[in-house]
């Protein structure tokens, strides 16, 4: 069963608005959540990350949200800019676990 | 500045040969692992290592060896090609587990 749900395969936003791609996740144990971004044929570059003990994160355009009564992070991006049309993967880790635990990635694209 | 050097970019193997992906990173990190990604999924985590000498298992390690001879450099052996082994493999490195994780560019690999 899947541990981490990114339920949007994708999402359309037009370029200056903002873009807001959701994860839920099942282990409220998981202690450190992250967002890589993936061009393709390109490997994931890490975007921005949120230990559990935050409810936010900022990092310029890049905010993440994390609701953990709800099992729910969020990333906002504002304002929403052509090159940030990729797909975007939520990631979770567990202190003490082997790795990285991905959701399946939402593919952002940004319409002129 | 490197970062993570993966070869090959791509290759084509018939079901039942072996081959090594090779996977180098030159930024001092302890923990290293391989991923492998299917169309519309998540990465998975293939094998792992906290240090030279050091190997585990993740989620998908059926099919797959690996070594850590040292920091450097973690290559993984595909021992008798399937067609289910057919991916896109990632291999990643990271100061510690808990670290945000630096992605090779992936290799491309199909089984005939």
């Known amino acids: 069963d899947q541990q981490v749900k990114q339920n949007s395969p994708s999402l359309s936003v037009q370029e200056g608005r903002i873009s807001i791609l959701n994860c839920d996740y099942t282990?409220?144990?998981?202690?450190?959540f992250l967002w890589y971004k993936k061009y393709p044929a390109e490997g994931p570059t890490f975007l921005i990350s949120i230990s559990s003990i935050k409810d936010k994160n900022e990092d310029g355009r890049f905010t993440v949200f994390l609701n953990k009564s709800a099992k729910h992070l969020s990333l906002h991006i504002v304002p929403s800019q052509p090159g940030d049309s990729a797909v975007y993967f939520c990631?979770?880790?567990?202190?003490?676990?082997?790795?990285?635990?991905f959701g399946k990635g939402t593919h952002l694209i940004i319409q002129p | 500045n490197a970062g993570v050097t993966q070869t090959p970019k791509f290759q084509v193997l018939k079901t039942g040969q072996s081959m090594t992906l090779q996977c180098a990173q030159d930024m001092n990190h302890e923990y290293m692992s391989w991923y492998r990604q299917d169309p519309g999924m998540g990465l998975r985590l293939i094998h792992y290592?906290?240090?030279?000498?050091?190997?585990d298992q993740g989620e998908v390690p059926n099919g797959y060896n690996v070594s850590r001879s040292t920091t450097e450099d973690f290559p993984l052996r595909l021992l008798s090609a399937a067609p289910s082994q057919t991916s896109v493999y990632f291999c990643?490195?990271?100061?510690?587990?808990?670290?945000?994780?630096?992605f090779g560019q992936g290799t491309r690999l199909t089984v005939v």
């Open positions: 990631a979770t880790l567990l202190i003490g676990a082997d790795g990285l635990t």
């Open positions: 990643a490195s990271s100061y510690s587990i808990q670290s945000e994780a630096f």
């Open positions: 282990n409220s144990m998981f202690d450190y």
């Open positions: 290592s906290v240090g030279a000498g050091i190997t």
